[in-house]
């Protein structure tokens, strides 16, 4: 059969300019471009160019240009062009449809329909050059009450729970060793100390260069139990259970054998070469009460010393699933909206599964208000912060912090091919290919990723500034310095926002 | 905690410090192992241990402990070492994530029991329950052995990843005669489960098959049923003589063909 299947993108070389270096034979990852030196012909294989641009950037006389293939199916609104190659693809293959980074499908993106508000005139907005502005953040736990020992001094009678300090409201999400370079963690690691915030390590285990960093890092618990070992517990500053997240809510995932090189087995600490299953679901948790008695195993095997979170992808029943954990011992509820980022997920799961961080911030905030317990635990969310505004609306929705991921891996030069499964990533981060992995070298990214983290809390400063805010403790929850332009009134009823003008 | 308690709950015989853990609260009766521990103890007895949660967890070291009474759920998770000794049952989760060390119990096990469990030793003189062994690994020259003397419920060693599972089936439940429920070992893509009788093959998950026993099984399963009777008594030779069913994965990639991507499919 023809396989009438146009590419999505085209390679142009400008003849001209090309000096037949091979230099973008080396770069590209996905064999696009060939030389045959025999013929002396060049051969473009179009139909595999996933538009990384990495070799149009290497190329040293900028001869290449990558462009959206001009041909296309006959336009349709129903069956785009899309439909029609997945439908053609599985028809090849018979398979599940893989992709990675976050959902792509143009659902309502309510950050971008939220507006935050300004002081004029009537309560004066703060310099942050000339006022000291607050952004630090503990996470988990509040005590009900402060018990004061005023006999001799002041002294803290109240046992406090062990929170983490950030002295900005983001992180660095989880995103395992495996599915990121080595370098890539480092850059993170690196990032996460100096600023004074945190990564985490995903389920893939800690790697014995990220000890150094050991102490700004989270440590996750994922259903496949990977390298959860008990000093991996107790050298973390707080521990992860992931149950879910928002680009695969409600599946498991695994890492090809292929991809368990010796290093990876042995931060894993698993067999080379073994497939690395994790399952759906956790199988010691079928229910809140078998969380609480993971949540509580993990406080005692490490002495209530480290705060325990909860992720969970951001789901129709959210909100009371969220009460629930936070009921069942967890310091944090992480959030994961359906917009998150992944290294590999099925298509189907990934664009069609889960619901907005926005709402899921809002509805969590507000249910553990309504119940009294709001300072139980924090909350954190993550799923497709992209900017500093992002985060101030997280925050003000009633988030705590915030994880960012794929923003961060953009920060280390990714360009979003969502070939992050392929582990061939052109950017050396979502790889383990030594060639490739040099592409990234952690000393820049570390710099890269604590300038953006740098820039963001600025921003927020700024942000802060602008509402007549000091600290940013003021503007979580505080609903009412956002207003919501061209949402429907239930949506501005769950997102608890009125609309602008009102 | 107060002293009092302390002094009225903790008490020496010869080498081992023994501790009373009538009605104690499970947070209590583990801070206080972990004082007596840290004083230097390395040989504990609990008496009166009725369902206390979380005992040994996250333990590191060659600790000798032993419990009378039921020990509750999650016993010696994340354990890195220790050998416990339980005169009763154990509860859910008994051995969950244990890295090393042993559990060695005269009564039955709950659910879960060596849940993911990477290295050491589990003995079950009497039976088990359901997801037994779930997503055991080994790596390296750890490989964990969980055996089990009487029966085990369903879901038996489903995604199992590495280690050994031996079921006796020497005493067997009157509702259920079988030596193990259904869905064996569904996912498994490593290790091995050993059953002393036959099975319908209906009973196997998807991703497990039959193997024929080589020497080398046998070899190990004597080393194990011989430790096994050496806690409980009985005898290996006559164990041994029944007929074992071996179980492993069909693949050790049983995922593999599931997923496509489009350039590669060659579009
Ligand atoms: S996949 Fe990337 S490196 Fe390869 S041709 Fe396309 S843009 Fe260039
Ligand atoms: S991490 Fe690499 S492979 Fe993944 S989307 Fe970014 S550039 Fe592509």
Same mark, same amino acid.
């Not at chain 1, 595999?48 to 041909?71: D, G, H």
């Not at chain 1, 439909?83 to 980074?101: F, H, N, P, Y």
């Not at chain 1, 300004?118 to 942050?128: E, G, H, L």
């Given at each position: ?10 390679v ?88 990675a ?100 390590t ?20 994922a259903s ?49 070469g ?25 406080k ?15 789901? !129709?029943?959210?909100?009371? @699933? *969220?009460? =629930?954990? &936070? /009921?069942?011992? %967890? +310091? ?30 809002a ?11 709001? !300072?139980w635990?924090?909350? @954190? *969310?993550? =799923?497709? &912060? /992209?900017?500093? %505004? +992002? ?94 332009v ?17 | ?56 967890d996250?333990?590191r ?43 060695v119990?005269?009564?039955?096990g ?32 750890q ?7 009487g ?35 569904t ?15 209906d ?65």
């Amino acid at each position: 059969m023809v396989r009438n299947f146009p590419p999505d993108f085209v390679v142009r070389v400008d003849k001209e300019a090309c000096i037949n270096c091979l230099r973008c034979v080396r770069e590209c990852p996905f064999g696009v471009h060939e030389y045959d030196k025999e013929k002396k012909k060049w051969k473009r294989h179009h139909e595999k160019c996933v538009a990384c641009l990495r070799c149009a950037y290497m190329c040293p006389t900028q001869a290449i240009s990558i462009e959206r293939s001009p041909m296309e199916y006959s336009p349709h609104p129903v069956w785009t062009n899309r439909v029609r190659k997945d439908i053609k693809t599985q028809a090849e293959t018979g398979s599940v449809i893989l992709t990675a980074m976050g959902n792509e499908l143009p659902y309502l993106n309510y950050f971008d329909h939220l507006v935050l508000d300004a002081c004029q005139v009537t309560n004066p907005s703060i310099d942050p050059l000339r006022e000291p502005m607050e952004l630090r953040t503990y996470l988990g736990r509040k005590p009900e009450k402060v018990d004061l020992d005023e006999y001799d001094g002041v002294e803290l009678k109240t046992k406090i729970a062990p929170n983490l300090k950030l002295e900005t409201p983001i992180m660095f999400a989880h995103m395992s060793y495996g599915s990121i370079s080595i370098e890539a963690q480092l850059s993170m690691a690196r990032a996460a100390k100096e600023v004074g915030t945190y990564m985490g390590t995903g389920e893939g285990g800690m790697h014995r260069d990220l000890y150094p960093y050991a102490d700004h890092i989270i440590t996750q618990v994922a259903s496949g139990r990977f390298a959860v070992h008990e000093e991996y517990l107790k050298r973390g500053a707080a521990i992860e259970i992931k149950i879910g997240q928002g680009a695969k809510p409600g599946i498991g995932g695994h890492l090809p054998g292929t991809k368990v090189t010796a290093e990876i087995s042995e931060t894993r600490m698993i067999p080379e070469g073994s497939d690395a299953i994790s399952p759906a679901p956790h199988h010691d948790i079928y229910s809140i009460e078998d969380l609480s008695r993971l949540i509580y195993a993990l406080k005692e095997a490490t002495r209530y010393k480290k705060p325990v979170f909860v992720k969970i992808a951001a789901v !129709h029943n959210v909100a009371p @699933i *969220a009460v =629930g954990i &936070i /009921r069942a011992g %967890a +310091d944090a509820v992480v959030l994961d909206g359906f917009r998150g980022g992944t290294g590999a997920a099925p298509q189907v799961h990934r664009d069609h599964h889960g619901i907005p961080i926005e709402v899921a911030i809002a509805s969590v905030d507000q249910r553990l208000r309504e119940e009294g317990i709001r !300072h139980w635990g924090s909350i @954190i *969310a993550s =799923g497709g &912060i /992209r900017s500093s %505004a +992002d985060v101030a609306k997280a925050i003000a929705l009633g988030a705590d912090a915030v994880y960012i991921g794929t923003a961060a891996l953009i920060a280390l030069g990714c360009t979003v091919c969502k070939k992050c499964y392929t582990g061939k990533c052109p950017w050396g981060i979502a790889t383990q290919v030594p060639e490739l992995r040099k592409r990234l070298n952690p000393d820049e990214g570390a710099r890269r990723a604590a300038n953006l983290l740098k820039a963001w809390s600025h921003e927020l400063k700024e942000i802060l500034g602008a509402l007549g805010l000091n600290s940013i403790e003021s503007l979580r929850g505080n609903r009412d310095r956002l207003r919501g332009v061209g949402l429907s009134d239930v949506d501005l009823e769950v997102l608890g926002v009125k609309p602008a003008g009102r | 905690m107060a002293a009092t308690l302390e002094k009225a709950r903790v008490s020496r015989e010869g080498e081992f410090v023994v501790i009373d853990a009538k009605g104690m609260h499970y947070r209590e009766l583990n801070e206080l192992i972990v004082r007596v521990i840290e004083e230097g103890a390395k040989k504990l007895k609990l008496i009166n241990v009725n369902g206390q949660r979380f005992i040994a967890d996250g333990l590191r070291g060659e600790y000798y402990i032993e419990i009378y009474g039921v020990a509750g759920d999650d016993l010696a998770a994340f354990a890195n070492g220790p050998t416990i000794v339980v005169y009763g049952d154990v509860q859910d989760g008994a051995g969950n994530t244990m890295n090393a060390g042993k559990i060695v119990v005269h009564g039955n096990g709950t659910d879960i029991i060596g849940h993911s469990m990477r290295g050491g030793k589990i003995f079950v003189r009497g039976h088990v329950g359901y997801r037994v062994g779930i997503h055991m690994k080994e790596y390296r020259e750890q490989v964990p052995v969980l055996v089990v003397g009487g029966t085990a419920g369903d879901f038996l060693g489903e995604y199992m990843a590495g280690g050994r599972i031996i079921i006796l089936g020497l005493e067997r439940l009157e509702t259920y005669p079988e030596i193990v429920g259904d869905w064996l070992a569904t996912g498994i893509h490593g290790g091995a489960i050993y059953l002393r009788d036959t099975i319908e093959e209906d009973k196997l998950g998807y991703g497990a098959k039959f193997e024929e026993l080589t020497d080398e099984d046998y070899a190990f399963l004597r080393r194990e049923i011989e430790e096994f009777c050496s806690y409980f008594g009985g005898n290996a030779e006559e164990i041994m003589k029944a007929k074992f069913t071996k179980v492993v994965p069909l693949s050790h990639r049983p995922f593999a063909a599931m997923y496509s991507d489009s350039k590669e499919a060659g579009h």
